[in-house]
């Protein structure tokens, strides 16, 4: 697969909102779960949110819980991750992949995308 490309971040007061967006052009991106990760300077990448490949199974990091709605078009190749309540805890680059063999579950990403930096200011 090729590199999906990452959009939507950008600067907002904590409380407000963005909607990132994981766009692809290959042709099987629907095939396989999508998910998104941060990661902020000095820390590991962490696990945001993910999507099976057809919408029905959504697994969601603790942090981000109640917050963060995950979904997806399969037609426009696009999964977007919809951020309500920003923390400044959610400030990161924010990046997504598909799995490399779920359907259901990202436990291997594959190709990243450049990332969409998320800054979120107190």
């Known amino acids: 697969q090729v590199q999906p490309v990452e959009s939507g971040g950008g600067v907002v007061q904590a409380g407000g909102s963005l909607r990132l967006s994981c766009a692809a052009s290959d042709g099987i991106f629907d095939s396989y779960a999508v998910g998104w990760f941060r990661q902020a300077p000095g820390k590991e990448r962490e696990f945001v949110a993910s999507?099976?490949?057809?919408?029905?199974?959504?697994y969601y990091a603790d942090s981000v819980k109640g917050r963060f709605t995950i979904s997806r078009d399969n037609a426009k190749k696009t999964v977007d991750v919809q951020m309500n309540s920003l923390k400044p805890e959610d400030t990161a680059r924010y990046y997504c992949a598909a799995d490399r063999f779920s359907g259901v579950v990202v436990s291997q990403p594959a190709s990243w995308g450049q990332g969409t930096q998320v800054t979120v200011s107190s």
């Open positions: 999507i099976s490949w057809d919408g029905v199974n959504t």
